[in-house]
Every structure is written in structure tokens, then in C-alpha cells.
């Protein structure tokens, strides 16, 4: 028999370890999180990072870790923009010079205290600007630094309003992506809109994601005949949200706001609804709405309307097939980006998309300094960037929102996601 | 009332997921007196395995066989090779070994499948049984069953035959067992052999709801080491109760205790075993050890 001493002892290592473990998962899916910066910039000769025939771009993603396949596209579509161009003779600039454009990509596995390491690792060797990185609260570290380094930490791939909204305060960061916010919004509006009493049941994110993504919706439905009769949340770290979608199962609502960020949990969501008879109409956020990997697995056919939002063709959907800038990102992206990865996640696409916005932002930089750079990049208006949708537009020049403005309800087909029209 | 046996069965349901690695854990402590941390690392290698096999076309239930048999395999050779130079000496460091092979095997995993979570088949239908009113899905009844086989099979494994005679023996005094003449070298690969195996059946039953990845049983692990412990760690009745206990502890409190929601149900289970473990410290379904002195 073990003696009694032995057994505490040993209970208390795996007390320990389990908490050490529930520290780190809990760390490790954070969608959230703020910060903060000021100052103001100023400029030099020629800035660190450009010479006559080339410039050098600086990112870090996450490579490795649960955030992996997004981090990996956010640094494939930027690549395969900037290395096709490159190949096709360099980027023109505004001082009338034609450069190539490199870029230094590092992992940070979705971890802030990594993120600052590589920025001034990035920093270091001389970037000239710091540009798409994947992740709110990795960029939420850096924003402060960059802001004191006056280095740009431009177009970066998140939803989080903390990066655009006041750009008078961090005048060297700015965000690519319509916001979490604006996807509530557009959906709250959808039912505002439907000319009937509507009943609704949310289901989010206990963190800055699921909260952006309940306030716009809130703030739409406001005064309006739609009622919130159920809500629950949820952790990323959790292994089924099976017990939340039983009690909002009990409201019986006509629709479902399932700001769920984890592909497993959302698919969780489609599967158990149906099977405990709750068929309401359910809005799934744009990164866990991907048909492949969420629809089909989740047998979401079975629900009378699944709606998400959209800004950009999906170049691996067969609709688009003839499309001439998917038959450019899909022949480019073979040849540079699935050295990276070959797994699609929108996010190649918004990186790609973030290339074409370089490239315009180049065209208007007058001085090789990174204030001349900031300055052309906060100019940009009415550019249509390849592949995104009719309607949606580039504009920089707003001083409170991201750099894409637009975005567009759209509604699950039966393969792929066609323009909402109605309720 | 619908709504709280609803409640409770979801609560079974997800219980079922820890219990069946807590068995494996239980299993590996009854065999050589060990807690392994990289229980959950060694079932998702082996669902891995399973996992690679489908995608080259091979059926479900033959890359499970395949799946399963790698798992003894691999069971075994870790404990002969890595754990069997730290058995009998300190604990702690064995324990620590064991965190150092979940971190380990986690990376192999991933250097083969990426750390992108994927879907995995399941050997079960996606439907549902409605019993009146209550919905249980196939999946979870399926889950369950197998689990309780394998509960029954390792009950009676350890009870009534003289391999598991041989095992607890070897566990319990291993000079001894040497001396009586026990292959106590054999008889713990044997040992960590059907743990692993049976933490990759655990893995195959949780792939298709948890998606597999490197740390698909990262979370799922702190539950069953709770359940294991809460059991009494050589009780695999007690793993599985209590298994169940906490899924569905976790449920009702989130469902029912207004200030406790959704955010704070986690920590109610925990609660709970910490005032259990103070009043029992040998676990629920644990004996108590007595020291003559």
C-alpha cells in the first residue's frame, strides 16, 4: 500500500499542475483585450528599412498553437501579393523609384509577451513597417511601443475597435477589418428590419469578442420589435457548449446570435440545437462561418436561414472559379503562399487584399520616410481592391474606423453564401 | 423538470468525455502507483495515428483497431524506455517526467497534423433519441456504453483474473512480486500498454465533437485527474461516478444558481471535490490506506 504522506504529496503536484494547466489554456484563446498609447510622430531623412530598390516589411503571427491556421494565412496572402509583384518587376513608389518589397514573418503563438519580442526583434534588424499581424490582444501589446517607436504597425487583422478608433492617440497603428461590432450591427439590423415581433437567443464569447459582437447587435435592435428572451456565454477553453444551447434551447426564439470563436464549439452549436428541436434562424460570426468546416460538419442545411457576413470573394468556392482576380490570387497563391500553408481560412484573403492597399499606399509616398507612408496610407478612398465584394471599398480616410468600409449580410445557399435580401 | 433531466443527462453526457481518460489514469496509477500527465498526449498521438489512416482511405473502424493496437505499443515502449528509470524513486519527478512527455508528444503530433483543429469521423449516427422530452443524442449513448464496457471490463480485469492479481501486486510491492517469482518488467509495460490503449479509445470517442489537434485533451485532462482523484485513483467505478458527478454538478449549477451562470460553473465542481477530498481523503470510492506501525 502507498503510505497516506505519499498520496497528499502526489495529489498536491497534480492540484498544481492542473491549475498550471488551466492558466495556460485560459491564456493561450484569449480573443481579447485592449491598449492604449499616445504621442505623436515626427520625421527624418530617409526612414530605416528602404533604399532606392527595395523596402522591408516586418510581421509577427501566430504560427503554432490553437490560432495557427488563421496566423499562418494572415502572413500567405501578404506574401504571395507582395512576392507575385515582386516577380513582376517591384512596386512603384511615389518618389518615382521602383522597389521590391521583403517580408520578415516570426511566430508568436498568440502570445502578447512574444509578440512584443518579436516587434523589437523586427525593429531591430530594421523593418520599415510593421504591417498585418493576426490577433487583438498581440497587437495590443505592441501598440503602445510601436507608438513610442514610431514605427508603423499598420492594417493589422482584427475585429477589435481599439486599433482604429482613435487614431489621433495612436497615430502609428491602424486596423484592416470592419469590426466584430459592425457584424452585430449588421445582423441586429436584419431583425430590426423584418416588419415583425422577433424573439432572440445569444450565445457569446465571455470576453471582448463576444462583447463586441453583442453591443452592435444590441445597439441596433434598440427600440425596435426585437426581443433578447434568452443569453448565455461561454470560455474558449470549454469542451462542449452543449448544457448553454439546452437552456437557450427552453426560450424557443426565431433566432440565434452564436458569437462563438472555436471551430469545434460552433459546429457543437449547429449539431445540438437541431437535435434537441430548436430550429431557429442563427447568425454565425465571419472567421466560424466557413461552410466546409463548420456548415457541413454541423449539418446546418437543417435550419431556415444561416447568416454570416462577408466582405470578399472566396477564392476556393467554384462560383467564383472564372473570376479574373481569383484566377490571379489562386495561380499567384500556389506559387508563393502554399509554401506557408495550404489550408484556407479567410484570412489569406484579408492579407492578400492588405498587399493591394500596400501597393496603393507605395504609389502615393512622395518621401521614403515612414511619416510619408503613414501619411499616403491615411489617403486611400473609394480603391477597389481585388477581390473584394461589389460595394465594399477601401477608404483610410475616416478617422475612426478601419481601413475596409463595408460589409455585407450574406445568407447560406445550400454551398456557398449568396447576398442576404430579406429577413 | 423536463429541463433538469435534460440538464442531468447533458451533464452525464459530457462527463462521459473526462471519465473515459480518468479510467486510463486510473488504470496507469493501479498499474505502477503513477499519475500520468501525458495521458492525454499519448490518446491524441494515437487518434492521430487513427486519423492519418482515414485520410489515406483506410475504414473507420479498421484505423481505430490499428489506432488502438499503437497505443499499447506505444505504452509500452514509454514505459520501458523513459518512466521505468524513475518508478520507485521519487514520485514527483516521475510526475514531472510525465509533463515533460505530455509537452513532448504534443509537438510530435503536431509536427506531423499542424496544430489547426480537424474534423474527425464518428462511429456514430448524428441523431437523437427523444424520450419524453428528453433528447439524447446517439453520439453521447454510444460514448457512454463503450465507456461502461470498459469500466466493467477493468473491474473485472482487476478483481478476478490473475494478470490483474499480478498487476496490483506488482504496484503495491514490486521487490516483492519480484521475489515471488511475478515478470514485474513485463507486467508494467503490460500495464501502461492497456492504459494507452484504452485512452485511445477515450481520444477516438471525443475526436468527433472536440475536433482533433496536438491539444484536443489539453482542457479535457484537468477534468479527469479531478475525477480520478475525486474517485479515489484506484477505483475505476469511482473515476467514472465520478466523471459523471462533476459534468453534471458543473451543469445544474450553471443552469440553476443565478449568480453562478455560465461564467462560474467551472469552478462548482472543483468546489466541491475540495470539500469531499477534505472530509474523504482516500476519495469517494477510494480505500482507505492504513499504516501498521
Known amino acids: 500500500m502507498m503510505n497516506f504522506q505519499k498520496t497528499t504529496r502526489l495529489s498536491g503536484a497534480v492540484a498544481i499542475a492542473g491549475i498550471a494547466a488551466l492558466l495556460i489554456s485560459g491564456c493561450t484563446r484569449d480573443a481579447g483585450g485592449t491598449g492604449n498609447g499616445g504621442g505623436a510622430g515626427g520625421g527624418t531623412e530617409a526612414s530605416p528599412g528602404i533604399t532606392d530598390d527595395s523596402l522591408s516589411l516586418g510581421i509577427s503571427s501566430p504560427l503554432s498553437g490553437p490560432t495557427a491556421g488563421p496566423g499562418s494565412c494572415t502572413v500567405a496572402g501578404l506574401y504571395t501579393y507582395l512576392e507575385a509583384k515582386n516577380a513582376d518587376g517591384g512596386f512603384e513608389f511615389g518618389d518615382g523609384k521602383t522597389r521590391s518589397v521583403d517580408l520578415t514573418y516570426l511566430d508568436d503563438a498568440y502570445d502578447p509577451a512574444k509578440a512584443v519580442s518579436n516587434f523589437r526583434q523586427l525593429v531591430n534588424e530594421e523593418v520599415f513597417a510593421y504591417v498585418g499581424a493576426l490577433g487583438t490582444p498581440t497587437n495590443a501589446a505592441i501598440m503602445p511601443i510601436a507608438d513610442e517607436e514610431e514605427v508603423p504597425q499598420v492594417l493589422l487583422i482584427t475585429g477589435a475597435t481599439a486599433f482604429s478608433e482613435d487614431q489621433a492617440a495612436n497615430p502609428w497603428t491602424y486596423g484592416l477589418l470592419p469590426t466584430y461590432y459592425d457584424e452585430g450591427f449588421a445582423f441586429g439590423e436584419l431583425l430590426a428590419g423584418a416588419g415583425e415581433p422577433v424573439t432572440v437567443a445569444t450565445l457569446a464569447q465571455n470576453d471582448d469578442f463576444g462583447e463586441d459582437y453583442l453591443a452592435g447587435f444590441e445597439a441596433a435592435i434598440e427600440g425596435s420589435d426585437v426581443e433578447v428572451v434568452g443569453s448565455a456565454t461561454y470560455e474558449p477553453s470549454d469542451t462542449t457548449l452543449n448544457p448553454q444551447v439546452t437552456e437557450l434551447a427552453a426560450t424557443q426564439a426565431d433566432a440565434l446570435l452564436s458569437a462563438v470563436s472555436v471551430t469545434p464549439l460552433q459546429v457543437g452549436v449547429l449539431t445540438r440545437a437541431q437535435s434537441v428541436g430548436w430550429l431557429p434562424r442563427v447568425f454565425l460570426p465571419s472567421n466560424t462561418s466557413t461552410p466546409g468546416t463548420i456548415i457541413e460538419p454541423g449539418a446546418g442545411g437543417a435550419y431556415p436561414a444561416l447568416y454570416s457576413t462577408s466582405l470578399t470573394k472566396t477564392p476556393v468556392s467554384p462560383a467564383v472559379a472564372e473570376d479574373e482576380d481569383v484566377i490571379a490570387y489562386n495561380e499567384a497563391f500556389k506559387q508563393y503562399g502554399s509554401t506557408i500553408t495550404t489550408t484556407y481560412t479567410p484570412h489569406c484573403v484579408w492579407s492578400y487584399i492588405e498587399g493591394a492597399i500596400l501597393e496603393e499606399a507605395f504609389k502615393g509616398m512622395e518621401e521614403p520616410t515612414r511619416d510619408s507612408f503613414m501619411e499616403a496610407l491615411k489617403s486611400i478612398q473609394g480603391f477597389e481592391a481585388p477581390l473584394l465584394l461589389d460595394g465594399i471599398t477601401v477608404d483610410t480616410t475616416r478617422d475612426d474606423q478601419p481601413a475596409i468600409d463595408g460589409i455585407e449580410l450574406v445568407q447560406f445557399n445550400g454551398t456557398g453564401y449568396a447576398p442576404v435580401e430579406s429577413y | ?293
Open chain 2, 1 to 293: 423538470m423536463q429541463y433538469f433531466i435534460q440538464v442531468v443527462v447533458d451533464g452525464v453526457a459530457t462527463g462521459a468525455i473526462y471519465g473515459a481518460l480518468a479510467l486510463a489514469i486510473v488504470l496507469v496509477n493501479r498499474a505502477t502507483g503513477l499519475i500520468n500527465f501525458a495521458q492525454g498526449a499519448m490518446a491524441v498521438m494515437s487518434t492521430f495515428v487513427a486519423f492519418g489512416l482515414i485520410r489515406a482511405g483506410v475504414p473507420l473502424l479498421l484505423a481505430a483497431v490499428v489506432a488502438i493496437v499503437f497505443a499499447f505499443a506505444l505504452g509500452a515502449f514509454l514505459e520501458r524506455v523513459v518512466v521505468r528509470r524513475f518508478e520507485g524513486g521519487d514520485p514527483d519527478s516521475a510526475v514531472v517526467v510525465t509533463i515533460g512527455l505530455l509537452v513532448l508528444l504534443g509537438g510530435i503530433s503536431a509536427l506531423f497534423f499542424g496544430y489547426e483543429p480537424q474534423p474527425f469521423p464518428s462511429f456514430f449516427p448524428l441523431g437523437t433519441i427523444n424520450i419524453f422530452g428528453v433528447f439524447v443524442s446517439l453520439r453521447s449513448v454510444g460514448t457512454i456504453v463503450i465507456l461502461l464496457v470498459a469500466m466493467v471490463l477493468l473491474q473485472v480485469l482487476f478483481r478476478s483474473t490473475k494478470l490483474g492479481l499480478a498487476m496490483r501486486a506488482v504496484a503495491d510491492n514490486p521487490r516483492s512480486s519480484a521475489l515471488s517469482g511475478l515478470p514485474v518488467s513485463r507486467l508494467l509495460m503490460v500495464g501502461w500498454g492497456l492504459a494507452a490503449a484504452l485512452g485511445a479509445i477515450a481520444g477516438l470517442l471525443v475526436a468527433p465533437q472536440l475536433f482533433i489537434s496536438p491539444g484536443m485533451l489539453d482542457f479535457a485532462l484537468v477534468y479527469a485527474l479531478a475525477a480520478a482523484i475525486l474517485g479515489g485513483l484506484d477505483s475505476p467505478v469511482g473515476a467514472v461516478v465520478s466523471a459523471a458527478f462533476i459534468g453534471v454538478v458543473e451543469g445544474l449549477a450553471g443552469a440553476y444558481i443565478d449568480f453562478i451562470g455560465d461564467d462560474l460553473k467551472i469552478a462548482v465542481p472543483f468546489a466541491v471535490m475540495i470539500f469531499i477530498l477534505v472530509l474523504r481523503p482516500q476519495g469517494l470510492f477510494g480505500r482507505k490506506v492504513v499504516v501498521r506501525v
